[in-house]
């Protein structure tokens, strides 16, 4: 005979279970309901690019060894001769500066491949290098892989040696491309199409002007697929996504107001937003409540050019513009996409180590102590209601503290004693959206409350600066919201000065 006590020890363990499981599910009291997502939400591949925050670009191509930004397309394969190849040392260098991934130029607009495609004899199959059984592309692949960081392609839609561009048999061509790229070559985490199409050109001998109409020439969509059936976790760039958009400039700094979602425009004489046919200086903030989820990624080069020149050696960005850009691009919820152009040895110029080297020790300084870690958060509701959290200190992004009635709300995070800080971070938990739309951050100097700062967007990550100050207590104000705050991380730092 079984008793009744039996059924219910089972039934309270049951639900017992059931309780702590939605505990952690919910990221709030077990009493709530998670809430629900608002508006665009990120997909997984771009959950894992939101987290890398900083990546290199690497143009090496044919550029590199005739001094140009733009080939014409007629340049001989054996130009292209790196003296000293050593993708060990470019990749490590990368990875000791802190940068998660690499995207290579493996064909630029001139139409050289770094890899023996088959349908070109313009690539480094008929070149003299390594007597034409060099593969660059395969060579970074496989030293990000022996360093830890991911890789990924630039594929230029344009092509100024082909003599079939502009035309249909062209679209067939670039398609065969992408499938070698995406199929030989392990993981890719980002493929990368340039806006650039069409003009003059070397086109097989022709020597002419081409142009194309932009709104109907690529078959984005079967190109798109081509990538999804081969890198489902790739995430895709161009000036209107799918997956990530461009930032609409090239000076390493996105809008103070930054939404990862996007409704891409065509720009003035298109009819559709495609690579290269956008109002791209929007990208630059976004769009409020965005059709998609299509956060900004901000690419800029070290030096003045985006291949190695030699004349450009004593033009290497200095410290102080390398933060400016970290702070104004990944400070404002974009990825870094910093170019960094190999030398004609075929290595990271020291010029440009030497940089690098002081970049990461500068974020290294400013990220070794966070002056939150472990406090609780106080948080007061516009209507009274009271909590604390550990969530939002816990050094996890995963975790996440819900408010999910009002749409404003103070936190306060006491340090315990005074301290000298000047950088805040914020971030939202955004699988369940981008929501917050306006904050102000306030400092407590002996029993006064101070504003320091002031904010519309938060996103993936905020990092606000300010001058440095010496207090006790900081308090977040959520004014405004399009939906109850989801709140994932708060941080503390005092950033170093730069001499």
């Not at 392609?153 to 065969?176: H, M």
Request: glycine share 10%.
């Amino acid at each position: 005979m079984i008793h009744s006590s039996f059924f219910g020890r089972i039934t309270w363990r049951f639900t017992g279970i059931l309780l702590i499981i939605a505990f952690i599910t919910n990221g709030c009291s077990v009493q709530e309901k998670a809430p629900e997502p608002y508006g665009a939400v990120p997909s997984e591949r771009q959950l894992a690019w939101h987290k890398m925050e900083m990546y290199a670009f690497m143009h090496f191509n044919m550029n590199t060894f005739t001094d140009r930004e733009w080939g014409n397309g007629d340049e001989s394969p054996n130009l292209f001769n790196p003296t000293n190849f050593d993708p060990d040392q470019m990749v490590s260098t990368l990875a000791k500066a802190g940068f998660k991934g690499v995207i290579l130029t493996a064909k630029h607009h001139d139409g050289f491949c770094l890899w023996p495609s088959a349908y070109t004899e313009h690539s480094v199959k008929y070149s003299s290098w390594r007597n034409g059984k060099g593969d660059v592309v395969r060579a970074i692949s496989d030293a990000c892989k022996k360093y830890g960081i991911k890789f990924g392609v630039y594929l230029s839609p344009w092509d100024r040696n082909n003599a079939n561009y502009g035309k249909a048999a062209y679209l067939l061509y670039y398609k065969e491309q992408l499938r070698e790229l995406l199929s030989n070559y392990g993981n890719i985490f980002e493929v990368w199409f340039d806006g650039a199409n069409g003009g003059s050109g070397y086109y097989g001998g022709s020597k002419e002007v081409r142009k194309i109409d932009k709104d109907h020439y690529y078959p984005w969509d079967s190109i798109f697929q081509i990538v999804r059936t081969l890198q489902p976790n790739a995430v895709m760039f161009s000036d209107a996504g799918p997956d990530v958009r461009w930032v609409g400039n090239e000076g390493g700094h996105a809008n103070d107001t930054c939404w990862a979602t996007y409704t891409p425009m065509p720009a003035k004489g298109f009819k559709e937003a495609h690579a290269g046919t956008t109002q791209s200086k929007e990208g630059e903030k976004g769009t409020m409540n965005g059709k998609y989820w299509m956060p900004a990624e901000t690419d800029v080069s070290i030096r003045p050019g985006w291949f190695y020149h030699p004349a450009e050696n004593d033009q290497v960005k200095s410290l102080a513009q390398l933060v400016k850009i970290y702070f104004s691009s990944v400070g404002n919820g974009t990825s870094l996409n910093l170019n960094i152009p190999p030398d004609r040895e075929g290595k990271i110029s020291p010029e440009d180590s030497t940089r690098l080297m002081e970049f990461k020790a500068y974020l290294d300084k400013g990220y070794s102590k966070n002056f939150l870690a472990g406090s609780k958060a106080q948080i007061i509701t516009k209507n009274g209601g009271k909590t604390t959290t550990e969530k939002l200190t816990d050094g996890s992004a995963d975790n996440y503290w819900a408010e999910t009635k009002d749409s404003s709300c103070s936190i306060t995070l006491a340090l315990g004693k005074a301290a000298t800080f000047n950088c805040l971070m914020l971030q939202e938990y955004i699988p369940l959206g981008q929501r917050i739309s306006s904050y102000s951050v306030d400092v407590l100097q002996g029993g006064t409350w101070k504003t320091v700062s002031t904010g519309v967007t938060i996103g993936y990550k905020k990092l606000l600066r300010f001058p440095d100050v010496n207090a006790s207590a900081v308090r977040i104000t959520i004014n405004k919201a399009m939906a109850p705050p989801v709140l994932a991380e708060i941080a503390l730092y005092k950033f170093p000065d730069i001499e």
